[in-house]
C-alpha cells in the first residue's frame, strides 16, 4: 500500500551538505503498523514530507496505493490522510463545519461526507460537541478532531507524526485506541515517533532510523536478533555510541 524506494534528499547548512535522508527504502502492506523510529534529526519529517509530496526527493521515489508522488502529488495526497501533534483546527468554525470543509478538499460527496462525520465522532467521542466552536475545545479534545479529520476521506495510509506528544495519560490512550482501529479496518499506517516505548506497544514492524540511514528494520523479534538487545531504547543507545 506504501511503497519507499531509495528515498534521498541532501540539504546545504552553514555551506556544508547535510545528508538527511539516505537511500531510504520500506514497503508496508494493508493493515500494518510500521513505526519509523529516531531520535530528533533523524530524518522522520523530512520522509514524511517526500511521501505528502511537500518535499521533492534528490532520488528514489514514494508511491502510494500504486501512484507515485513524483507523477501525481494530488492523487497520492487525496490517499493519505496525516495527523501531526499540531492540532491545526480552525477556531471560529464548528467541528462539524470544519469535518465536512476538509471532506469538500478532498472531493467527498457531501451526503457521504455528512454519514462519515456522524461515524466517525461515535467511534472517536466527539459527537457531543460537533456542533461547539472548534476554538473553545480542550487540547484532548482538539486532537480527537484532528484524527477524525484525518480520515474523513477514508485514506487507504495514514501518516501520524509524534501524535502523542504534549498529550496526557488520557490523550496517549486515545491515540493507541485510534490506531488499533486504523489496523482493525485495513490501513497502512506509518507511526514516526522517538517515543520508543510507545513504539514497542503499538507498532507490527519498526525501522531504525539515525542520521538519514535505516540502520535495522523488522519486526521486535528480529531486531532483537539483529542488536542482541531486549528494547528499542538498548538498540539506539548503542548506534548512538557507535557515531
Not at 524506494?5 to 493493515?31: H, M, R, W, Y
Not at 496505493?65 to 496525516?82: E, N, Q
Request: proline share 4%; aromatic share 6%; net charge negative.
Amino acid at each position: 500500500m506504501l511503497l519507499v524506494d531509495s528515498l534521498t534528499k541532501t540539504f546545504s547548512a552553514d555551506e556544508n551538505e547535510v545528508c538527511a535522508v539516505d537511500g531510504l527504502s520500506f514497503q508496508i502492506a494493508p493493515g500494518e503498523v510500521f513505526g519509523l523510529l529516531g531520535p530528533n534529526g533523524a530524518g522522520k519529517t523530512t520522509t514524511l514530507r517526500m511521501v505528502l509530496g511537500l518535499l521533492e526527493p534528490d532520488s528514489g521515489y514514494a508511491e502510494v496505493d500504486g501512484v507515485r508522488t513524483a507523477d501525481d502529488p494530488i492523487a497520492v495526497k487525496s490517499r493519505l490522510g496525516f495527523v501531526s501533534a499540531s492540532d491545526g483546527v480552525y477556531p471560529w468554525l464548528s467541528v462539524r463545519e470544519m469535518l465536512l470543509y476538509f471532506g469538500d478538499l478532498y472531493g467527498v460527496d457531501p451526503d457521504l461526507a455528512q454519514s462519515r462525520c456522524e461515524e466517525l465522532a461515535k467511534l472517536m467521542g466527539i459527537a457531543s460537541f460537533l456542533d461547539r466552536r472548534a476554538g473553545t475545545l480542550s487540547t484532548g479534545q482538539r486532537q480527537r478532531v484532528t484524527l477524525v479529520r484525518g480520515l474523513i476521506h477514508d485514506p487507504p495510509v495514514m501518516l501520524l507524526d509524534e501524535p502523542t506528544r504534549g498529550l496526557d495519560v488520557v490523550g496517549v490512550q486515545t491515540i493507541f485506541e485510534y490506531i488499533e482501529h486504523l489496523r482493525t479496518v485495513g490501513k497502512a499506517v506509518v507511526v514516526c515517533t522517538h517515543r520508543l516505548d510507545e513504539a514497542e506497544r503499538l507498532c507490527d514492524r519498526f525501522g531504525l532510523l539515525h542520521r538519514g540511514r535505516l540502520r535495522y528494520s523488522g519486526t521486535m523479534e528480529e531486531l532483537r536478533t539483529s542488536t542482541n538487545r531486549e528494547h528499542l531504547v538498548e538498540m539506539f543507545v548503542d548506534l548512538m555510541k557507535e557515531s
